[in-house]
């Protein structure tokens, strides 16, 4: 398929199409993103990641903070609250 043919597909879809497409490709770019690491690689980013996140909090406030994720349950939001 041409790409000039896939922009014609494109703007015949509907807002909730378009919307899935626009989710799909999302998920595209990001697997093509963490495809480009290895899991060791992705699980030091992370490590990483957390350190910073760490750094500087005392022990008290990382007990605070872990404390606090998990006594409060959040449920996960429904879009069709929102969602036309």
Request: zero cysteines.
């Given at each position: 398929?041409?790409?000039?043919?896939?922009y014609q597909v494109?703007?015949?879809?509907?807002?909730?199409?378009l919307d899935a497409l626009s989710e799909y490709i999302e998920q595209q770019r990001e697997q093509r993103?963490?495809?480009?690491?290895?899991?060791?690689?992705?699980?030091?980013k992370i490590e990483?990641?957390?350190?910073?996140?760490?750094?500087?909090?005392t022990p008290a406030e990382l007990d605070e903070i872990t404390e606090a994720m998990n006594s409060e349950v959040v449920e996960p939001f429904d879009e069709s609250e929102w969602r036309d």
């Open positions: 398929m041409m790409l000039d043919s896939l494109i703007d015949d879809l509907s807002a909730d199409d993103r963490l495809a480009q690491y290895t899991t060791e690689e992705r699980i030091q990483a990641a957390f350190a910073e996140l760490r750094e500087g909090l």
